[in-house]
């Protein structure tokens, strides 16, 4: 890999700058090695749980406008949503709890492997045993939440304690060290396509909502649908 002092700020560039005061830990194969897993770990969940929320949206137009007059209420048609604005947008992220809360993308989390015989939930779990968490059903426990299966993001507005009982990251010291930019991410995609675009369904059909099989957890049938550019995307991309 390249030598000299890379200081660009990317996480690339980071390592390779560790790898010159250390390349006996910051080999080139330790550093592809942590690339791999971040793309790996980090592009289909995200992606999934994007396709899941805009299947929801669709099928529920008054979120999507409560959305819509949020965004442009906050930000407005001038002005493109950049990272900072998702804060200010509660409504929004009580869009993505609430589809993460259905449809988390790892459903099943990442297998344990106790170290030590420990008792789990009132079971005797024996060291080295594989143990797996159902965030699923948590997700939808119906002494957790009232109609658990309906899609209604108010229930995470204006309360934040709503946020706690659902774990689509997983918890503890081996939760996902990648949700902050995760939350980020999705954050700005689906504030920017709803910023951006009208949207509707094809021919006015109900999106399937049926799973797949797959290690992240796909819609069985891909999400088509019709959008509509809005007037800010003239104007931020097509004006001088
Ligand atoms: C919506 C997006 C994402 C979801 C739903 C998600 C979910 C998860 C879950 C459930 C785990 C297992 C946690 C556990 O077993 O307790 C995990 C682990 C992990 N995630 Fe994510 N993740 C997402 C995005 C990302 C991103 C963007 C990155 C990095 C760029 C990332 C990197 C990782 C890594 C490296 C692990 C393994 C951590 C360990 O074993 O200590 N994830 N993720």
């Known amino acids: ?28 194969e330790i550093i592809k090695g942590l690339m791999l897993v971040l793309i790996l770990a ?10 899941w929320a805009m299947s929801n949206l669709l099928n529920h137009p008054e ?20 990272e900072p604005d998702v804060s200010k947008l509660k409504y929004l992220q009580s869009i993505i709890l609430e589809a993460q809360r259905l449809h988390p993308a790892l459903p099943l989390l990442l297998p344990y492997v106790p170290s030590t015989d420990c008792t789990i939930g009132g ?5 080295g045993a594989i143990v797996l968490v159902n965030a699923w059903p948590i997700h939808r426990d119906p002494q957790s939440w009232d109609d658990p299966t309906s899609f209604k993001p108010e229930r995470f507005e204006n309360d934040d304690s709503q946020s706690h009982k659902i774990m689509p990251f997983g918890l503890g010291r081996r939760a996902c060290p990648g949700s902050g930019l995760a939350q980020r991410v999705m954050g ?13 369904r ?18 069985a ?6 959008c509509k550019a809005r007037p800010i995307v003239n104007r931020a991309f097509f004006s001088n």
């Open 123 to 127: 079971y005797d779990v024996p060291g």
């Open 221 to 226: 049938h891909p999400l088509e649908a019709l």
């Open 188 to 200: 700005l995609t689906l504030g920017s396509l709803i910023q951006c675009f009208e949207w509707e």
């Open 63 to 82: 979120v999507l406008k409560k959305a819509q007059a949020e965004i442009d209420t906050e930000i407005g048609q001038e002005n493109l949503i950049d």
């Open 1 to 28: 890999m390249k030598q000299e002092n890379n200081d660009n700020g990317s996480m690339v560039d980071h390592l390779l700058n560790l790898q010159q005061s250390d390349p006996n830990y910051y080999t080139d």
């Open 202 to 219: 094809v021919d006015g059909k109900e999106i399937n909502m049926t799973e797949g099989m797959g290690s992240t957890m796909p819609k």
């Open 42 to 51: 980090g592009t289909d969940t995200t992606s999934v749980t994007i396709e």
